[in-house]
């Protein structure tokens, strides 16, 4: 606790020895600083424990950020998750490589739909096991109906070479595709504005996820006219949640290890997914 001037001291400041006087009230202030910036840093880290703030992309029907509510299926396992460990829920929106960004600099705490390549174990912790263990990625171009198409005809992967291929920036799809510098890549940095690059003819074709791609396709009058190419990766990809290494939840990484393998035991993870692809089918899709 901060003691007050003693009655010696108090009595040589009314003497007129002003120096010991400005030493002990210099010592005094600086003491109620370091407790009020102890207590806001308690007060911080306690709010950062009990907060886990997720990053999303625009990425339906996985992240749907679109709305006045996140919505996906994403979004989904996380509250059920979250719940589990007794957290509440904070949403970022940001591009897939400023989230990348925001997760190495422990901005924010967890970020899902996230592939274990290249660096990103240096900063990511992968929560484990994963909660997806395929995802197709196809490639699409204009129908070969459509009066907008130019002739593009990818059907392995040497034709590649031939075209130029929208792609989001930071995102890894497959490793002969993200390693193979010699290919055009248009970059964006949102799925969103690949349709539109297509459509202008400012690229042949794009990568996508097949079933975040297929559901814009159900969706968004400007997918009409977009077909599959007959090349795509099909070979199994685990896709996790992963948290930040700077975050102030990740000296509880095992815990959360566990409850995601309860959760994939238990087919609650599958039951997600089922029951948001059902409830698109009762709406016509």
């Not at 490793?175 to 799925?191: G, M, P, Q, R, T």
């Amino acid at each position: 606790m901060i003691k007050a001037l003693n009655g010696n001291t108090r009595k040589k400041c009314q003497l007129g020895i002003p120096a010991l006087c400005s030493i002990s009230l210099t010592n005094t202030f600086f003491a109620v600083l370091m407790l009020v910036i102890s207590l806001n840093s308690y007060a911080n880290n306690s709010t950062n424990k009990t907060v886990l703030t997720v990053g999303l992309d625009e990425f339906p029907p996985w992240n749907i950020t679109s709305g006045q509510v996140m919505s996906g299926i994403n979004v989904e396992i996380i509250k059920s998750l979250a719940a589990k460990m007794g957290l509440a829920l904070k949403f970022k929106v940001c591009p897939w490589k400023r989230c990348l960004k925001l997760m190495s600099a422990g901005k924010i705490d967890l970020l899902p739909g996230v592939l274990n390549k290249g660096d990103r174990g240096d900063y990511l912790h992968f929560i484990a096991p994963a909660y997806k263990t395929q995802s197709n990625k196809v490639f699409y171009t204009l129908d070969i109906n459509s009066e907008l198409k130019p002739k593009v005809a990818i059907n392995s992967f040497g034709d590649l070479y031939d075209y130029s291929i929208g792609v989001v920036v930071g995102v890894k799809y497959f490793e002969a595709f993200d390693k193979s510098y010699h290919l055009k890549k248009i970059e964006v940095s949102e799925n969103n504005q690949l349709i539109a690059m297509l459509r202008k003819k400012r690229i042949d074709a794009f990568i996508g996820t097949e079933s975040q791609v297929d559901y814009q396709l159900l969706k968004d009058d400007n997918y009409q006219g977009i077909s599959k190419a007959k090349y795509r990766y099909k070979k199994p990809t685990a896709v996790y949640l992963t948290l930040s290494k700077k975050s102030p939840h990740f000296q509880d990484a095992q815990a959360f290890d566990q409850q995601m393998f309860k959760m994939i035991q238990q087919g609650e993870v599958d039951k997600i997914i089922k029951t948001f692809y059902l409830k698109l089918t009762h709406q016509g899709l």
